[in-house]
């Protein structure tokens, strides 16, 4: 089994604030990689694939990048609506979700 | 493409927890998707629960498989869970959820989500 791991496990930060969050795969995935964000009570939404490429329809202040077993996330500029747990996801052997970064509004 | 799940929101404990997720916008006897089950646990992250194609083959969360089955009716465009045998550590929303077969697999459509309590 592939196990993901994301760091941090939460964050506060202003609105405008750059925030990264991390995402480590046990072992390599080369780029199979994707980010979600769920906002509270509502079903999650794929925001990056392929750990860099912008889903149909996200603004991009959002990004990806990395390969093999490390990944970043970055929100350029936190806005109010970026409230809301991350979640990174692999899908080179089946599919294993990390445990989510919650992020909040400082 | 929207995807609907229904299914009772209250299970006793050993007895079979099934659910049906219905589609609309799309086919679920169209290639080149696989359609999903993703449980949620209260306050917890995300568990891929399996999948299954429209011709009827199927892959599970190894954890889960001994109790799981996915089946698809492409008369009804739905595609349904039964999980057996189950406790309390099943309570969880369960979405189902469409992904691409192949390169580029990622959940883009998504159910709203079903509350499924374990409780006697």
């Known amino acids: 089994d592939i196990q993901m791991t994301q760091s941090p496990s939460s964050l506060s930060a202003s609105v405008g604030d750059k925030v990264t969050i991390t995402c480590q795969a046990s072992?390599?995935?080369?780029?199979?990689l994707n980010w979600y964000r769920q906002k509270p009570g509502k079903a999650p939404e794929v925001l990056i694939y392929d750990a860099s490429n912008l889903a149909t329809g996200v603004p991009s202040r959002f990004s990806g990048s990395g390969s093999g077993t490390d990944f970043t996330f970055t929100i350029s500029s936190l806005q109010a609506e970026d409230i809301a747990t991350y979640y990174c996801q692999q899908y080179e052997n089946l599919f294993t979700f990390g445990p989510g970064t919650k992020v909040n509004i400082k | 493409v929207q995807l609907q799940e229904s299914g009772p929101g209250l299970v006793k404990p050993s007895q079979t927890l099934s659910l049906t997720c219905s589609v609309s916008?799309?086919?679920?006897?169209?290639?080149?998707?696989?359609w999903n089950w993703i449980r949620q646990h209260p306050g917890k992250g995300l568990e891929w629960i399996g999948y299954?194609?429209?011709?009827?083959?199927?892959d599970y969360n190894p954890s889960l498989r001994s109790r799981l089955s996915i089946s698809v009716d492409t008369s009804t465009n739905q595609f349904s869970l039964k999980l057996r045998s189950v406790s309390a550590a099943d309570t969880a929303v369960y979405y189902c959820?469409?992904?691409?077969?192949?390169?580029?697999?990622?959940?883009?459509?998504w159910g709203q989500g079903t509350l499924v309590t374990v409780s006697s």
């Open positions: 916008g799309g086919s679920v006897s169209s290639g080149g998707y696989y």
């Open positions: 959820a469409s992904s691409i077969v192949g390169a580029s697999a990622r959940f883009d459509y």
């Open positions: 299954i194609y429209y011709s009827g083959s199927t």
């Open positions: 072992q390599d995935i080369r780029n199979y």
